[in-house]
């Protein structure tokens, strides 16, 4: 998404969440979230919005990664002079060896 700041100033915008300590959640909500995620489960999401007669947003927004995490995970945002980029990581079980992080994601944003 493209933010208009006026003057024909423009930036992107970004959204992100992440928490690196949350409750396990149970199958039935993992399987829930994960057929949202989907093209379909958009559709329904939609249709449902339509039909309840919600207007549609005047935005769009571009997931960065085909299907939701699950697992416990931290976000980090580097900036660097005008460079930005955005990681996504999560702990490798403790049975492997040696404790780390293992990256999901890395974008650079700008």
Avoid: C
Wanted: proline share 7%; hydrophobic share 35%; charged share 25%.
């Amino acid at each position: 998404m493209v933010l208009d700041l006026g003057d024909g100033a423009q930036s992107p915008l970004y959204q992100t969440a992440s928490s690196p300590l949350r409750n396990p959640l149970s199958l039935p909500e993992r399987s829930s979230l994960g057929a949202g995620w989907t093209r379909h489960g958009e559709l329904v999401g939609k249709t449902l919005a339509r039909l309840a007669g919600v207007e549609e947003p005047p935005l769009r927004w571009r997931l960065m990664h085909e299907k939701p995490w699950f697992d416990n995970h931290l976000s980090t945002l580097e900036l660097r002079g005008r460079q930005a980029t955005f990681k996504v990581e999560k702990t490798i079980p403790e049975d492997a060896g040696e404790r780390q992080l293992y990256m999901l994601l890395e974008q650079r944003l700008a």
